[in-house]
């Protein structure tokens, strides 16, 4: 396990964000971490990952909790139905590029999202028709106010668009992911909703995980920075869902873009919405609206400073809602 103090996160955030916490402590396993003395621990305690959805503000106060935990264990009795336990640690397309190896279905539309296991179970990720909630079958983690690990069925874990009960209330920061469940198939179950992928794949009636992986990692690179080269978060706001009255007022002829779901409201790509108002490309400071994406805030100079990030979602948020009515709110957690 290692501890320090006055850490510098630079390294620990994709978007680059120079800032420091008090105390950063990574442990290797769950007994380290049940063994931590946490009331001598500086507060406010923050797990993180990959730190992949995350807007560090400024310099954080207390401590950064970071899993070491790093193993793919498969629970495989031959059926058609496969167990895996991995742990939080394990950079999330890793594990999805292992599934796709050994013919699994399930985890493959998720491919190449940045981040860690522990954390995609927290914010419910999603990609090209697919949530993690669908392959979730239980999550493991430690209860920091009760000091005991528990386990949670995916029914129980509140999952939504974006969100779970693990950032709400009061349980947001109370458990630690320490391994997940997920429940994959050896059927052949394509998930092709997503009209770029029908576009990449063609007419293919043979697929495996592997073709949809590769399909959606050509995808994402063609429309994503590459973070070793570009700072960001990925998506930086959700798509907001209206009424069927507010989209017509959105889009009287229908033409816009949008999906209408089972209620009878209506999502709206944020993309679409950010470029209709012209922003693409716009600039403040060293932050930028990706010029091949929208959705995505960029660190473009690479020294950009949470204030110019926070600046530029401001200007996005206040003209979207100025033509469209619509208030756009983030996906990254801000720190």
């Known amino acids: ?63 950064v909790l970071h899993s070491n935990i790093e ?43 940045p981040g860690e296991v522990g954390a995609a179970a927290v914010q419910n990720i999603g990609a090209y028709g697919a949530e993690v909630k669908d392959i979730i079958s239980g999550v493991v983690c430690f209860d920091l106010k009760e000091r005991k690990k528990c386990r949670f069925k995916a029914s129980e874990c509140g999952y939504g668009y974006r969100s779970s009960m693990f950032k709400e209330g009061e349980n947001r920061g109370r458990y630690v992911v320490t391994s997940v469940l997920f429940r994959l198939s050896r059927k052949p179950a394509p998930k092709l909703d997503y009209k770029g992928l029908r576009e990449v794949l063609g ?58 779901l089972p209620d009878g409201t209506v999502k709206v790509p944020a993309a679409w919405l950010i470029d209709s108002c012209g922003l693409k490309g716009a600039m403040e400071g060293g932050a930028q609206v990706y010029p091949a994406q929208p959705l995505v805030i960029v660190n473009a100079s690479g020294e950009a400073t949470p204030a110019d990030v926070l600046a530029l979602e401001n200007r996005i948020v206040n003209e979207v809602k100025a033509r469209f009515g619509v208030e756009l709110h983030p996906e990254v957690e801000h720190i």
């Open 1 to 63: 396990m290692r501890i320090k103090f006055n850490y510098d996160l630079s390294s620990m955030n994709t978007f680059r964000m120079k800032v420091s916490c008090a105390c950063f402590v990574e442990y290797e396993n769950v007994a380290e971490l049940e063994g931590l003395n946490f009331d001598s621990l500086p507060r406010p305690l923050l797990h993180m990952g990959e730190g992949s959805n995350l807007l560090f503000t400024g310099d954080f106060p207390g401590t």
């Open 71 to 113: 193993y793919i264990k498969y629970v495989d009795v031959g059926l058609d139905e496969v167990p895996v336990i991995v742990g939080a640690g394990v950079n999330f397309d890793s594990f999805v590029a292992e599934t796709c190896r050994h013919g699994l279905w399930g985890a493959e539309n998720l491919s190449l999202i």
């Open 203 to 260: 007419d293919r009636t043979d697929l495996t995980p592997r073709d949809l992986r590769d399909a959606v990692i050509e995808i994402r690179r063609s429309k994503l920075p590459d973070p070793e080269k570009t700072g960001s978060a990925g998506s930086f706001f959700k798509n907001p869902v209206v009424s069927a009255e507010q989209f017509a007022r959105i889009s009287p002829d229908g033409s816009a873009p949008h999906f209408v």
